[in-house]
Nanobody, 125 residues
Framework: DVQLQASGGGLVEPGGSLRLSCAASGFTSDYYAISWFRQAPGKEREGVSC??????FYSDSMKGRFTISRDNAKNTVYLQMNSLKPEDTAVYYCAYNIYCSVVAGSVDAYGMRAWGKGTQVTVSS
């Protein structure tokens, strides 16, 4: 079974940066996709970004401050988040699939085959 472990969250001041990691295990192929989602208290889950074996995708509202990357040797995907704002406060989750799905400008969660436990990101002064 595919297992995902998200890490790297924490408390950061507005304008600061964090790098989240999603370590994946339980598969051997390089043809996979990892997506990041987030959910703030009282809000619906929203897609942040996705990376597959060839491309990167960002939800329209996330473009510009977030960068996704992957290290195939480590089966790890990173989400670099810069210029963080209080509204970025949320639990961030990573999810596994074999392709990225973007619907109406947002990374979509349909068909995700595995989810990691989230990591809390709090942006506050």
């Amino acid at each position: 079974d595919v297992q995902l472990q998200a890490s790297g969250g924490g408390l950061v001041e507005p304008g600061g940066s964090l790098r989240l990691s999603c370590a994946a295990s339980g598969f051997t192929s390089d043809y996979y996709a990892i997506s990041w989602f987030r959910q703030a208290p009282g809000k619906e889950r929203e897609g942040v970004s996705c990376i597959d074996s060839r491309e990167t995708f960002y939800s329209d509202s996330m473009k510009g401050r977030f960068t996704i990357s992957r290290d195939n040797a480590k089966n790890t995907v990173y989400l670099q988040m810069n210029s963080l704002k209080p509204e970025d406060t949320a639990v961030y989750y990573c999810a596994y699939n074999i392709y990225c799905s973007v619907v109406a400008g947002s990374v979509d969660a349909y068909g995700m085959r595995a989810w990691g436990k989230g990591t809390q990101v709090t942006v506050s002064s």
